[in-house]
């Protein structure tokens, strides 16, 4: 995968460095080239350029980066200005950080694909999130093992867990499922939440908007969810 993250700052240089690791191919973006210089051994390629002049951020590889993260946190204004202009590109997938409520709904307004909250979400979270393919979100155990949310598999879908097999096939445990429902407020209009369901059953039936939490190994989790994409 390609990312270009803008902003090296805690969470953007962190979270730069794990992808990195992980091998991908990560462009890392700063006005201070103190920063640029600090991570360039650590992340595949930084650069020091102001990401608000649009003729400079139209020269970068847009087209072929596959998810592009505004991290900047510091000035909010440069944020959101950095975030509308990769929208008016067109970049693939496009993540921006937001730092209150009304920063949050600024960038929803934008059109922004995902918003990411760094002050509750760790970079080791996000990394994770954005490099195993259908992962809803996570929560790592260590270095080796992790609890993921995961879409249901269209195999699946109407089949138990004791059907499935799951637990000799892949290694992995189920420990319970998450379900949208519509619920009706005090003032009588629907909306949608997601329940835990409580302990899994080996008689449980999935559903198609079923979320899986899983349990196991890192590299029996990414096993499972690469051929769930295959």
Wanted: hydrophobic share 40%; net charge negative.
């Amino acid at each position: 995968m390609k990312y270009i993250i803008v902003g090296l700052g805690n969470f953007g240089a962190s979270l730069a460095e794990k992808l990195t690791a992980q091998g991908n191919e990560v462009i890392g973006i700063d006005t201070s080239m103190t920063k640029v210089d600090t991570f360039k051994e650590k992340i595949s390629h930084t650069i020091c350029m102001d990401a608000t002049d649009e003729f400079t951020v139209s020269g970068l590889p847009l087209k072929d980066t596959d998810i592009v993260i505004i991290a900047i946190g510091e000035d909010q204004g440069s944020n959101v200005m950095v975030t509308a202009l990769f929208k008016n590109l067109a970049v693939k997938r496009l993540i921006s950080r937001a730092i209150n409520p009304l920063h949050e709904k600024v960038l929803k307004a934008l059109g922004v694909d995902e918003i990411v909250h760094p002050e509750q979400e760790t970079a080791e979270r996000w990394a994770k999130k954005l490099c195993m393919k259908n992962v809803v979100d996570s929560f790592e155990l260590g270095e080796d093992f992790s609890i993921i949310e995961a879409n249901v598999p269209d195999e699946y879908v109407g089949q138990s867990i004791r059907d499935m097999g799951f637990r000799k096939r892949f290694n992995l445990l189920i420990l319970t499922t998450i379900k949208k429902v519509e619920v009706k407020s005090t003032l009588g209009k629907n909306r949608t939440e997601s329940r835990v369901q409580g302990v899994a059953t080996p008689d449980l039936i999935l559903a198609k908007e079923d979320i899986l939490v899983l349990y196991g190994a890192n590299k029996d989790l990414e096993k499972f969810l690469k051929q769930k994409t295959e």
